[in-house]
């Protein structure tokens, strides 16, 4: 699968200037990108956009090289192959138990029940949240919850998972647990592109870094090759 | 409170049926009310101690400070029961510099009988709160077909709670450590201060909040799945 972005300009509500000037970028399934740039270049933006929360007012973005829906069922079509993580849990996790929490996508989607039920104890053991299921989500650590509101995306089996500097806030040691995720779910042949301040990072983890400079795509590559440095 | 809540969700008996223990603190609620003895006030109140302690597994130390604060609440409440004070000269009464005190045994009886009834009602109460997540209160309510909207607000409010208890933390702190607090006029200040900014930040957080939501694909309803519970009379699974 591809997600495409052509020539796309983001505005938010009541502002002349875009916060997306014109991204051109074509992400495939499976890859681990890294989003870099200042604070403002738009990386929170264009992860809004790719899951449709925002809409283009020029340009496109296509899924499979067919141009997106914004209708009811062309968002949802949408949202069930790109999810996103939000930068601080807290604003994700609506619900006070975790279990119910990673269950709000999963029935959005139309699954039943059971079928819900299933998805839930697949993902809380993927993130590794099996004991964790029945707390309320304001009991958990920091990491803890980015690792629930993790679940709570992954429940939906998305192609594409954004996620929003979720590594910022983590200690040493739960960095890499979560980091360790992202690579599974890559491994799966899911796409992770994952927004970070951090370059080390980047550069180790990712097989393709995507610079962000003023609402468009400054500059793009594999880190370390000679290409990103002209 | 904080701490209550922790126990609600920890204790042994957490993951029972809520409505066995609902209905268990009602019904010694009910019979604590009804009977009106001090002798069955007082088994209620070993009942529920006993349940609270060693069945669900409450620290004692716990429950006993929690009961004690109560109870003291409640023996303030009572003591104008047990004795009757008044400005009027009174042959049975003591003087207490310009009133007059008096009590009798009658009084100190019934004094004694509303203490214990309301400290067994109490007991009852400090079960359900201390065993009882207060999700599977609001889950209860659900399958007890409450509307649905009351439902996800009374969820939502439990969840906000927290979050703007954090907000306020942090906000005080700050205050704090700019010397916010330092005498009465400031003080005023920056309690003002706090109020507009937790009101604007439950704003901007319900507004990420929605956001979030959408990003799930979210239509309008908070469709969840129901908790799973263990029966006492069944093998636990
Ligand atoms: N809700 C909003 N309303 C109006 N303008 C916004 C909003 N969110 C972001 N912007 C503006 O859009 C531009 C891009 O912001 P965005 O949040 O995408 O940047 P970012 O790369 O994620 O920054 P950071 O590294 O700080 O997270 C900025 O100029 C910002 O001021
Ligand atoms: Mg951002």
Known sequence: MQLTFIDVHVRYPGLDISALNGVNLEINTGERVALVGRNGSGKSTLMLTANGILRPHQGALLLDGRPVRYDRSGLRELRRNVGVVFQNPDDQLFSASVYQDISLGPLNLGLTQAEAHRRVQE?????????????????????????????????????????????NSLDPWMRPQVLEILDRLADSGCAVILATHDWALASAWAQRVIWLEGGSVFRQGKPGASSWLT | ?????????????????????????????????????????????????????????????????????????????????????????DAGGAALGPFWVRSDAASVWLALNLFLRALGSVSAMNFLALTTPILDLIELLRRLRVPEVLVEV????????????????????????????GNWRSSLRSAALIGTNLFIDAFRRSRILETALQSRAWDGALRVLPRKYNHPFQKCN
């Not at chain 1, 089996?157 to 500097?165: K, V």
């Not at chain 2, 009374?154 to 916010?180: C, H, K, N, P, W």
């Open chain 2, 1 to 89: 409170m904080r701490q209550i809540d922790a126990y609600a969700y920890s204790n042994r008996i957490s993951k029972l049926h809520p409505a066995y223990k609902v209905g268990a603190s009602l019904l010694a609620l009910v019979l604590c009310l009804t009977l009106n003895r001090p002798l069955a006030s007082l088994l209620i109140l070993a009942l529920m101690l006993g349940l609270t302690i060693f069945w669900a597994g409450v620290s004692w130390r716990f429950v006993l400070t929690l009961l004690l604060t109560e109870g003291s609440f409640l023996l303030a409440g009572v003591l104008g029961v047990a004795i009757s004070v008044s400005t009027m000269p």
């Open chain 2, 154 to 181: 009374m969820g939502l409010t439990y969840r906000f709670i927290f979050i703007l208890f954090d907000s306020l933390e942090r906000m005080t702190l700050a205050q704090e450590v700019r010397l916010g607090f």
């Open chain 1, 123 to 167: 993902v809380a053991e993927f993130c590794g949240l099996q004991e964790l299921l029945d707390r309320p989500t304001h009991a958990l650590s920091g990491g803890e919850k980015t690792r629930a509101a993790l679940a709570g995306v992954l429940a939906m089996s998305p192609r594409f998972l954004f996620a929003d500097e979720v590594t």
